[in-house]
């Protein structure tokens, strides 16, 4: 007799990740974070998509997260930004451990697509993943403007942190 054995693929997500950035170029404090990062993990592929509402980022003062909608992210225009990439680096999501790794894919934010890699620590702790990244996104890069008059305020390359807690679905 002929026996098959298909391991039914391991989903993971969360809808409920943080990202943050910070683009404080000069004395004032440019940064904000968003909670409602949309985070799922193929097991299988190593598959993996990051989704964020723009309008979802919160900054402590009012004007500028209303600057930052209208007259640089025209999140009207462009109301996402994804990442949607590949982890080929082996993860045994059924051992606790610590994996460092890179997802190669395609990040897009503001209209612009660009070819990624995303640095990524995956910790499993008693069967609870979780994730964290830290990368930079230069302004340039993806055709954000900014205004000369506020252009000393703003750093031209953007610190971004991402992190989550993903339950297999």
């Given at each position: 007799t002929l026996s098959i054995n298909l391991e039914a693929q391991k989903i993971f997500a969360t809808k409920?990740?943080?990202?943050?950035?910070n683009a404080s170029g000069g004395a004032e404090k440019i940064a904000a974070l968003n909670n409602q990062v949309d985070s799922k993990f193929v097991d299988a592929?190593?598959?993996?998509?990051?989704?964020?509402?723009?309008?979802?980022?919160?900054?402590?003062?009012?004007?500028?997260?209303?600057?930052?909608?209208?007259?640089?992210?025209?999140?009207?225009?462009?109301?996402?930004?994804?990442?949607?990439?590949?982890?080929k680096d082996p993860?045994?999501?059924?051992?606790?451990?610590?994996?460092?790794?890179?997802?190669?894919?395609?990040?897009?934010?503001h209209g612009v697509v660009q070819k990624r890699q995303i640095p990524l620590t995956i910790t499993v702790a008693k069967g609870v993943v979780?994730?964290?990244?830290e990368f930079k996104v230069k302004l340039e890069d993806h055709q954000i403007k900014v205004p000369t008059v506020v252009f000393a305020?703003?750093?031209e390359?953007?610190?971004?942190?991402?992190?989550?807690?993903?339950?297999?679905?």
């Open positions: 409920t990740g943080q990202i943050s950035f592929t190593g598959q993996i998509i990051f989704g964020v509402l723009i309008k979802g980022f919160k900054f402590e003062n009012q004007l500028m997260e209303d600057h930052f909608n209208e007259n640089y992210m025209e999140s009207e225009k462009y109301p996402n930004a994804t990442f949607k990439g590949v982890i993860i045994n999501l059924g051992k606790d451990g610590v994996y460092k790794v890179t997802a190669d894919g395609d990040f897009e934010t979780t994730y964290t990244s305020k703003i750093a390359v953007i610190d971004v942190k991402l992190n989550g807690e993903l339950q297999k679905i």
